[in-house]
């Protein structure tokens, strides 16, 4: 796969979880605080070739759930695809306006407008529009959202499934994944007191982490930040590093971008 | 040029002016009563195989001719893009509201996100997912945007020339113009007291109309709405009949999509 390359530096795709924008328990709730904060930390880390993907937390998933989009076209559920592309747009909205309104020139990308997927995978994207975005210095920013699928009529596109798609078409130096939790751990930091933090895994390790634990999703002990590693691990294989950190907490965004020493699990290749 | 053709009914191409759903002369201020009257008419309506094209309004039109955003990319000049970009998608997201809550399977195309121009005119369109979410029953939704351009860098795509593009390569049948005018006028209605307005052109008497009246756009003594027909010519040429009703009276937009006699003009090619 020819990997496009862009001038130095080399390219940060940042994601922001959807844990951490909006209030994962209550129906469309965007954490207004946390959005407003994370956008002085990217204003104020002022990093080059800059992506930004963020997630749908309680904006998309409840709605794609209620509808089952993930599971493709039925007859009747258009409506449900609607709404879903509709909510991610507003959370989106939210999040662009706090960037733009900082003189940050950035530029929301709307999945649904430019990607296709086949059997929820990304089938094709546009990269020439996204390489000139970057080029003439601008933040993309994209999303998750539901998207046409070539099999499936449409589809659920995660945020994570975008950035491992986007670090590895392009010259990507590294991955910051911004959660709600401190760093991948050896079981569910939010219940288990017991809960080790990794600071650094190589891929090996990693892969030995995963096969210990139970295989189905739904049984994953770290809290999902196992599974969502899953979506990743191309990246990490194509050498570049993804580091895991705590956007609730302060600075900690910032710190990771800016490569100061901050809390959390670097993963590497070796 | 071949025509991608759809099932029947062929397609409408309904246009709502920025001067329908915005204030235009305060900046940034949305028509909420309006906007969400044309939403009900649209359900009401309840037509098939139908596409909304909408303008800026007071939304797009001052922040792109504040940073002269249609004249191209300059080294500095990109906050300029990113606001025009921005604020159109916050309008395209309050007209999306109205419709979405009103369980009408609509989803927002971005511009920008899909579509390339080549010195202002556009050059690729993905034609592909277009057709796509109109066979799966959905209702695209697409708006004049700040977007990228071989050659400039970027520049704004008006709402006009989408509508143009759309209905030549696709199986269109007609093209309902909603504007705050009731018709082409021999002079602008809202400041001549004796226009005259025209109930029925046709692509001949357009054209002679157009050469009788003096060329710079500036001096478009219609009030603006020849220029607009400019953009349209090439729909009418390809033998799409053009209805133009002022949207800000209730239920002409609702008769328009119906076939129902409504007053305005009609512009066909014979």
Partial sequence: MK??????????VLKIGGSVITEKSEELTPRMQDINRLADEIKNAAIQNLVIVHGGGSFGHPVAQKYNISSGFKEGNQQGFAE????MTVLNGLFMD????RDIPA???TPSSCITT????IQSFDEARFKALIKMGFLPVIYGDAVLDSELGFTILSGDQLVAHIATRFDTGRIIIGVDVDGLCSADPKTEKTAKMYEHLTLAELKTLQSQICKPMSCDV???MLGKMTELLPAVEHGIPVMIVNAKKPNYIYKALKGEDVQGTLIEKE
Same sequence: chains 1, 2.
């Avoid at 990997?3 to 940060?12: C, I, M």
């Avoid at 086949?118 to 995978?121: D, I, L, N, S, V």
Wanted: glycine content about 10%; aromatic content about 4%; charged content about 20%.
């Fill in 107 to 109: 530029i929301s990308i």
């Fill in 84 to 87: 879903t592309h509709h909510v």
């Fill in 222 to 224: 770290t809290g999902g």
């Fill in 118 to 121: 086949k059997k929820g995978r």
């Fill in 98 to 101: 706090a960037l733009i309104w």
């Fill in 3 to 12: 990997v496009l390359r862009l001038n130095p530096p080399k390219l940060t």
